[in-house]
C-alpha cells in the first residue's frame, strides 16, 4: 500500500528565517509525482510545488525548494525568508497508482510568527 | 480562488436531514472529486468522476450519494448521516484524474456538522 506520513504534526519559525518540514513515502511504483499543497487558514488548498519522481535535479519554487531523495523516500519542503502569509497546514501528497489519485499525509501546521 | 466554488459554505443538520452539497468548476476540467476532511487525518478521497462518470468509490457508506450530472458540477447528497460524518468536504477539479503529473484545484470547502 502506499502511505504518506508527516512526522511534525506543528512547527513555528520566526519571519525572515528558514524552515523545513518533512515527508517520507512509501511504494513500489518507479514513476510518480510528489506534491506540497498549502492550505491557509480558512482559504483554499493550493499547490506549492511538485516532483517528477525520474528527475533528479529538486524542484524549486521562488522561496519554496524540495530536497528530493528517491532512495530514501523522502521528499521536504524547504521555505526560505519565511513570511507570515506562508502560515498554513502543508500537506504532502503523492501520486503513483494505475488511477491517478492523491494519497496525502496527515499535514503539518506552520506557524510564521513576527 | 474562484475556479472551484462550493455551497453552502457551513451546513449544520440534524441525523435524519437530507441534504446536498454542490461544487462547481469554471475550468474546464474533465475530472472532479470529493474529498473528505477530518481534524488529524488524512485526506479521504470519496468519488472521482471522470466526464461525467463515476471511476472511483473509496468503500464510502451509502447515506453518501455522489451525482455528476455534467463536467461542470458535482453534488453530494447527504442523508441519515452520523455525528462521525462531521467533517469539512472538500471539492476538486482538474484536467485528467489519469494525468499523474496534473495539479488538483479545490474548492473552499463545506464545513459540516452532524448533531
Known amino acids: 500500500a502506499q502511505t504518506v506520513t508527516q512526522s511534525q504534526p506543528e512547527m513555528s519559525v520566526q519571519e525572515a528565517e528558514t524552515v523545513t518540514l518533512s515527508c517520507t513515502y512509501d511504494?513500489?511504483?518507479?514513476?510518480?509525482?510528489l506534491f506540497w499543497y498549502k492550505q491557509p487558514p480558512s482559504r483554499q488548498m493550493i499547490l506549492v510545488i511538485r516532483?517528477?519522481?525520474?528527475?533528479?535535479q529538486n524542484a524549486t519554487e521562488n522561496r519554496f525548494s524540495v530536497n528530493f531523495q528517491k532512495a530514501a523516500k523522502s521528499f521536504s519542503l524547504k521555505i526560505s525568508d519565511s513570511q507570515l502569509g506562508d502560515t498554513a497546514m502543508y500537506f504532502c501528497?503523492?501520486?503513483?497508482?494505475?488511477?491517478?489519485?492523491?494519497?496525502f499525509g496527515k499535514g503539518t501546521k506552520l506557524s510564521v510568527k513576527p | 480562488e474562484t475556479g472551484v466554488t462550493q455551497t453552502p459554505r457551513h451546513l449544520v443538520m440534524g441525523m435524519t436531514n437530507k441534504k446536498s452539497l454542490k461544487c462547481e468548476q469554471h475550468?474546464?476540467?474533465?475530472?472532479m472529486y470529493w474529498y473528505k476532511q477530518s481534524a488529524k487525518k488524512p485526506l479521504e478521497l470519496m468519488f472521482v468522476?471522470?466526464?461525467?462518470?463515476?471511476?472511483e468509490n473509496n468503500s464510502v457508506p451509502s447515506r453518501f450519494s455522489p451525482e455528476c450530472p455534467n463536467s461542470s458540477h458535482l453534488f453530494l447528497h447527504l442523508h441519515t448521516l452520523q455525528p462521525e460524518d462531521s467533517a469539512l468536504y472538500l471539492c476538486?477539479?482538474?484536467?485528467?484524474?489519469?494525468?499523474?503529473?496534473?495539479?488538483?484545484?479545490f474548492g473552499p470547502g463545506t464545513r459540516l456538522t452532524v448533531t
Open positions: 476538486a477539479s482538474s484536467h485528467s484524474h489519469r494525468d499523474r503529473r496534473a495539479e488538483q484545484y
Open positions: 511504494t513500489s511504483e518507479s514513476n510518480y509525482y
Open positions: 516532483q517528477e519522481a525520474y528527475k533528479q
Open positions: 501528497a503523492f501520486n503513483g497508482g494505475s488511477q491517478g489519485n492523491l494519497i
Open positions: 475550468l474546464g476540467h474533465n475530472a
Open positions: 468522476y471522470s466526464l461525467e462518470e463515476r471511476v
